[in-house]
């Protein structure tokens, strides 16, 4: 049995716990971790004993070649391919992906069925199996990890004052492209100045001058799975406020990573970097969760934010990235991409997190 094949027998030995009789899976993401396929339209139907996977015509040939379980290729929509099937197995409970399925086809398919027929709406299932990766998994995180700080290095080695935010982010996504990656993982995030105080900030036709905070956030996604790092660079002598602010950060962020460790809550975790910026007086500046996971998306479970309940288990990766943003000056943020072990963590990232300065 494959890996893959694997993955879809765990998730059919759990339909019991949910008393249903199959489970239709409509994410792209956990289409992907049950089948191998990257195609744009697809659904997987898995029942107690087997597995069914739907798609149209352009993607026919690539699903024969790819998935291992039966393929149906539809010549129209593809919900009423899958309730033909559930109704000729007579699955009368079907489970459906709360988060995922579209109320259009909900609908569709609860006019398909008859009476007797019933749609059960499911949690993250999926999700929960996925936040444990498996060796290969985390072999194409590592991957991914370096060509992403191999990217940023390139990158960093041609900054000049003067260069627009949005070039330097379409530079940061080429010499991640030249390096194997097939998308960047996220919207390339380039802050220069005041904006680096926007922690999702979009990239402009700003341009980066001398004697300002410049912050970067970028992620590769390589062979489907996803990085992500944050650092943060002054251009000339930073002062007295920027350099505290950043040691602050990085002394919240080093902290956070040796908090983490197979056991620990993840909500923890966060309260150990907040503990940090609160000693600083930066606690309020800091405005998000300190990491999330990452996968085959940018943003899975666990979050490591506020009373997050969740354990950490060995397998896990996450991302701890605190930050702290003050309006009219800038921002800091340092993240890096971390294994979680059992006595411990691995961080995966290779780029230094000394202060730079341009």
Same mark, same amino acid.
């Given at each position: 049995?494959?890996?893959i #094949?694997?993955?879809?027998?765990?998730?059919?030995t759990? +339909?019991g716990?949910?008393k249903i009789?199959a489970?239709l899976?409509?994410?792209?993401?956990?289409i992907?971790?049950?089948?191998?396929y990257?195609g744009?339209?697809?659904l997987?139907? /898995?029942t107690?004993?087997?597995?069914? @996977?739907?798609?149209d015509?352009?993607?026919?040939?690539e699903?024969? *070649?790819?998935?291992? !379980?039966k393929? &149906?290729?539809?010549?129209?929509?593809?919900?009423?391919a899958?309730?033909? $099937?559930?109704k000729q197995?007579k699955?009368?409970?079907?489970?459906?992906?709360?988060?995922w399925? =579209? +109320?259009?086809?909900y609908?569709?398919?609860?006019? #398909?069925?008859?009476?007797?027929?019933?749609? &059960?709406a499911?949690?993250?299932l999926i999700?929960?199996?996925?936040?444990?990766?498996?060796l290969a998994e985390i072999?194409r995180?590592?991957?991914?990890v *370096?060509?992403?700080?191999e990217a940023?290095a390139?990158t960093?080695? =041609?900054?000049?004052i003067g260069?627009?935010?949005q070039?330097l982010a379409?530079?940061?996504?080429f *010499?991640m =492209?030249? +390096?194997?990656?097939e998308?960047?993982s @996220?919207?390339t995030?380039v802050?220069?100045g005041e904006?680096s105080?926007?922690?999702?900030?979009h990239?402009?036709?700003?341009?980066? *001058?001398?004697?300002?905070?410049? $912050?970067?956030?970028?992620?590769?996604?390589?062979?489907?799975y996803?990085?992500?790092m944050?650092?943060?660079?002054?251009?000339?002598?930073?002062?007295?406020q920027? =350099?505290d602010?950043?040691r602050?950060? +990085?002394?919240?962020q080093?902290t956070?990573?040796n908090?983490?460790?197979?056991?620990i809550?993840?909500?923890?975790?966060d309260?150990?970097a907040?503990?940090?910026?609160?000693?600083?007086?930066l #606690?309020r500046? @800091? /405005?998000?969760?300190t990491? &999330?996971?990452l996968?085959?998306?940018?943003?899975?479970?666990?979050?490591i934010?506020?009373?997050?309940?969740?354990q950490?288990k060995a397998?896990?990766?996450?991302?701890?990235?605190?930050?702290?943003?003050?309006?009219g @000056?800038?921002?800091?943020?340092?993240?890096?991409?971390? $294994?979680?072990?059992?006595n411990? !963590?691995?961080?995966?990232?290779?780029t230094p997190?000394?202060?730079v300065?341009i």
């Amino acid at each position: 049995m494959t890996e893959i #094949e694997q993955r879809r027998h765990a998730v059919a030995t759990r +339909l019991g716990e949910y008393k249903i009789d199959a489970l239709l899976v409509s994410s792209s993401a956990n289409i992907r971790y049950l089948s191998d396929y990257t195609g744009s339209n697809g659904l997987i139907l /898995i029942t107690a004993k087997e597995s069914h @996977f739907f798609t149209d015509p352009r993607y026919g040939l690539e699903a024969s *070649q790819k998935v291992t !379980c039966k393929v &149906h290729v539809a010549k129209g929509p593809l919900i009423p391919a899958a309730a033909k $099937l559930i109704k000729q197995k007579k699955l009368k409970k079907i489970g459906l992906e709360s988060s995922w399925i =579209r +109320l259009m086809d909900y609908n569709k398919l609860k006019e #398909e069925l008859p009476l007797g027929y019933s749609l &059960h709406a499911i949690g993250p299932l999926i999700e929960e199996q996925r936040m444990i990766k498996s060796l290969a998994e985390i072999d194409r995180i590592r991957k991914s990890v *370096q060509a992403n700080s191999e990217a940023y290095a390139r990158t960093m080695r =041609r900054v000049k004052i003067g260069v627009r935010e949005q070039d330097l982010a379409a530079e940061l996504e080429f *010499q991640m =492209r030249m +390096l194997g990656a097939e998308k960047p993982s @996220f919207d390339t995030i380039v802050a220069a100045g005041e904006r680096s105080a926007l922690p999702h900030a979009h990239p402009t036709a700003r341009r980066f *001058q001398e004697n300002e905070l410049l $912050l970067i956030d970028m992620g590769a996604t390589l062979d489907g799975y996803s990085s992500d790092m944050t650092r943060v660079a002054y251009a000339g002598v930073p002062p007295k406020q920027v =350099r505290d602010m950043y040691r602050a950060v +990085l002394e919240a962020q080093l902290t956070a990573v040796n908090a983490v460790r197979a056991g620990i809550p993840a909500g923890k975790v966060d309260a150990t970097a907040r503990g940090v910026l609160k000693k600083h007086n930066l #606690e309020r500046e @800091f /405005i998000h969760s300190t990491g &999330h996971g990452l996968g085959l998306e940018i943003h899975e479970p666990p979050r490591i934010g506020k009373k997050e309940k969740t354990q950490l288990k060995a397998g896990m990766v996450i991302t701890i990235e605190p930050g702290a943003y003050i309006d009219g @000056f800038g921002g800091i943020r340092i993240e890096d991409t971390v $294994l979680v072990t059992e006595n411990g !963590c691995e961080v995966l990232t290779p780029t230094p997190k000394e202060f730079v300065s341009i």
